[in-house]
Nanobody, 121 residues
Framework: QVQLVESGGGLVQAGGSLRLSCSAS????????MGWYRQTPGKQRELVAT???????NYADSVKGRFTISRDNAKSTVYLQMNSLKVEDTAVYYC???????????????WGQGTQVTVSS
């Protein structure tokens, strides 16, 4: 069973930066999209940013210009550079990989366990 392991969360002051990483426990073939989502208590999980195999990116309006998503396909790893952090960025951040298995073509998606990001004022 594949596991996604996140790291890089923590406590930072407003205006500061953090870099999140998410790596698979083993190489995964067939990944299409890697992404980051976040969730706060009582709210639905929301998309933060995604990146496709070709490098196309998509960002939530609230993070455009401040966050940058990138990926290393050879390492099955995705990153999220978060700059100019705001108090409202406080959340549990989750990574997600989705795609299709090379053998069989069945679709898959994997989620990380989440990492807490807390931005203080």
């Amino acid at each position: 069973q594949v596991q996604l392991v996140e790291s890089g969360g923590g406590l930072v002051q407003a205006g500061g930066s953090l870099r999140l990483s998410c790596s698979a426990s083993r190489t995964i073939l067939g990944i299409n999209t890697m992404g980051w989502y976040r969730q706060t208590p009582g709210k639905q999980r929301e998309l933060v940013a995604t990146i496709t195999t070709s490098g196309s990116t998509n960002y939530a309006d609230s993070v455009k210009g401040r966050f940058t998503i990138s990926r290393d396909n050879a390492k099955s790893t995705v990153y999220l550079q978060m700059n100019s952090l705001k108090v409202e960025d406080t959340a549990v951040y989750y990574c997600k990989f989705d795609g299709r298995f090379v053998i069989g073509g069945r679709s898959f998606d994997y989620w990380g366990q989440g990492t807490q990001v807390t931005v203080s004022s």
